[in-house]
């Protein structure tokens, strides 16, 4: 059984936050500067106090800009840093070797117009602090490629000189991932609920290689709090796994594919979450989350980007 993922305790610091700062960790105030760590990395920094959020560290923009100096390859100084930031992670997970999620996240990202959802690079179950390192440097370089290029030309975004900072955060071998929506992002309806989920890793839910069950829960005045007013249960084909070496997308097994995927109490804690959540922020929130032995784990949480076209 893997182990479970470290909760992100918050490191005392007092370095200034206009001081350069290659690697900040998740809980710390540097974690939080929009500017520095992306629009992914803020906002679960400033959650990763309160919730479950695992464990990791951030090479920030600083780290980027060292690198395009020296031809977008991790400098010998900071590729030791990477590795003492694994170390510590070692650490506090109680593995030797912790299995990790490496994501990019740039300062224009996951705003209340642009999500950038699946432009940049996401590797995950990456082993090893030299691994670490080559996926950093990889996730860097998808900052410059040309679906990229082409969200940002489409969306009135700067395509030279992007800033692009990235997380190492400790894996969820999920057994079933979700992305909650704290306002139906189709209608509008504030009231609902929406979740999206399916078996393993989130990839193949984000990525849209499987169709997901749906549903939809509205809070009520009962004790349980929420009712699943929508019950849409797919044929879930495909499921992604960690592997040696990454990940891999496998065929469902034959009796769980037309199996709901979350049980009510499991969709009531999401929606709570969601919701919760939603009142921290001060906006609707996207999240993204996984179950992992029936504890719920959040990876991510970003604006809903279509309300506004939903006419609400």
């Not at 829960?217 to 849409?232: F, I, L, M, N, S």
Request: charged letters at 20%; proline letters at 5%; a neutral charge.
């Amino acid at each position: 059984m893997a182990a479970e993922p470290a909760r992100q305790a918050a490191p005392s610091v007092s370095a200034p936050l206009t001081a350069r700062h290659e690697i900040v960790w998740l809980g710390e105030p540097h974690a939080e500067v929009r500017g520095l760590v992306g629009g992914k990395v803020a906002p679960l920094s400033r959650l990763a106090a309160r919730y479950r959020v695992p464990g990791g560290f951030c090479l920030t923009t600083d780290a980027h800009q060292l690198a395009v100096v020296g031809g977008h390859a991790l400098p010998a100084s900071l590729q030791r840093r990477v590795a003492e930031a694994y170390g510590r992670l070692a650490e506090q997970t109680g593995q030797a070797q912790p299995s990790v999620a490496v994501r990019s996240s740039a300062v224009d990202e996951d705003g209340a117009e642009t999500s950038f959802a699946g432009q940049h690079d996401t590797y995950l179950n990456v082993i090893g602090a030299e691994a670490v390192g080559a996926a950093i440097v990889r996730c860097w370089e998808s900052a410059r490629a040309p679906r990229v290029l082409e969200y940002r030309r489409q969306h009135g975004l700067a395509t030279d000189g992007a800033s692009i900072a990235v997380l190492v955060q400790q894996l969820v071998v999920a057994d079933v991932s979700g992305v909650v929506f704290s306002a139906n992002p189709l209608t509008g309806n504030r009231d609902e609920v929406v979740v999206n989920a399916s078996w393993g890793l989130g990839e193949s839910v984000v990525g849209g290689s499987v169709t997901p069950d749906t549903f939809v829960v509205r809070a009520t005045g009962d004790p349980a709090g929420w009712q699943v007013t929508v019950r849409t249960v797919a044929e879930k084909r495909k499921m992604t796994v960690a592997v040696a070496g990454g990940t891999r997308e496998v065929d469902v097994p034959r009796l769980m594919a037309r199996q709901p995927s979350l049980s009510d109490a499991q969709l009531r804690e999401m929606a709570g979450l969601a919701r919760d959540l939603e009142a921290t922020m001060g906006w609707p929130v996207d999240i993204e989350c996984a179950y992992r032995d029936d504890v719920l784990y959040l990876l991510q949480c970003r604006p809903i980007t279509t309300l506004a076209a939903a006419g609400r």
